[in-house]
């Protein structure tokens, strides 16, 4: 696939930035301040009418900071809620880096939005991200009135592994309680940190470096986010291989063409229609992964429509 010229331009100009650093060794810390960096210069001029609060929610024992976001011109009331997970592989960034996307969604869906200040790895290793993820919508749930919330209308969104979260959660929360969630919506998730990469043919083609997820990272990010005696092939890691998936609730998936991810997303929603869970499945052919942040690309805010359309179509 080919990338169209605005992907081609801002990877060109991220070469550009980047120099030559195929030697260097680079430390979590400097991925981290390099990721808030490039998504915050990228995340473009948002212009939106939507108020928001940072929380602290305790729910059985788990900590989570989230921030919450109230558009002027709400769908309904009592309201539809999304909470949202940040990606990063588990590792790098954080509501911040997402404040411009999570903003422009609100916005335009008119839903009120919970992103996830969720805790990284490999100082906080699985599955304490995914349970306070888990807390969060359980908190939001048992609170839903006081909050002006519609409890049937609650849903999960995350891109790369925030979409693996958001999956994960979504199958821990339905085997325990079915219907807890309306919608679930996945942005080029990360399903599979099992299989070798020779699996997927999206991995070896797109993840050499040149298109910015590269296969290296996605092997580091699991490592820092699993334990030594934990194995990726566990369903609450690689969500690929949740057996029966008919439990889930109505799901759309979104994928990038030039991403690494590409294949396992495509895999995931064959099994999502198999089960007969599959909402939509959309691709954006010639860009690449990560692009929902970056707003100063037309196919990201055509996305982000997409997105918020099908938000409001959903949750009416």
């Known amino acids: 696939m080919k990338l169209d010229k605005q992907t081609q331009a ?35 001029e948002i212009e939106a009418q939507v108020s928001s609060q940072d929380l602290h929610i305790e729910h059985n024992g788990i900590h989570v900071g989230v921030r919450c976001y109230r558009p002027a011109h709400p769908l309904a009331s009592p309201s539809p809620a999304v909470v949202f997970v940040h ?25 009120v939005f919970f992103s996830v200040e969720y805790s990284l790895a490999p100082e906080h290793k699985f599955p304490y991200a995914l349970q306070q993820v888990i807390a969060v919508v359980d908190w939001l749930q048992e609170n839903h009135q006081q909050l ?7 849903s999960l969104m995350g891109d790369s592994a925030g979409g693996n979260l958001a999956l994960v959660a979504a199958h ?61 092939a566990d369903v609450n890691v690689s969500p690929l291989f949740i057996e029966d998936m008919t439990h889930l ?16 997303g495509v895999l995931l929603a064959k099994k999502l229609k198999q089960a007969g869970v599959l909402n939509t499945l959309t691709c954006f052919e010639n860009t690449i992964h990560a692009f929902f942040s970056f707003a ?13 359309n099908q938000l409001k179509h959903d949750l009416t």
Not at 87 to 111: A, H, I, P, R, T
Not at 148 to 154: A, G, N
Not at 256 to 264: K, R
Not at 296 to 308: E, G, Q, Y
Request: proline share 5%; with cysteine; glycine share 8%.
């Open 172 to 232: 821990n929360l339905h085997q325990q309680q079915p219907n807890t969630l309306s919608n679930l919506y996945l942005v080029y998730p990360v399903v599979d940190s099992f299989s070798p990469h020779e699996t997927y043919p999206s991995r070896m083609k797109y993840g050499d470096g040149d298109l910015l997820l590269t296969r290296e990272a996605i092997k580091d990010t699991c490592d820092w986010y699993l334990a030594p005696e934990q194995t990726a």
């Open 296 to 308: 100063v690309l037309d196919v990201c805010k055509l996305a982000r429509s997409n997105i918020a």
């Open 87 to 111: 990606g990063g592989g588990w590792s790098l960034g954080d509501v911040d880096c997402y404040d411009g996307l999570v903003k422009d969604l609100c916005q335009q869906s008119g839903v």
């Open 148 to 154: 002006e919330l519609d409890p049937t209308k609650i």
């Open 249 to 264: 609730p109505a799901t759309s998936v979104l994928l990038a063409g030039c991403d690494p991810l590409y294949d396992e």
């Open 10 to 44: 801002l990877l060109d100009d991220l070469a550009a930035q980047a120099g030559d650093i195929h030697d260097i060794e680079i430390s979590i810390e400097t991925s981290r301040e390099g990721a808030r960096a490039m998504f915050l210069g990228l995340a473009g």
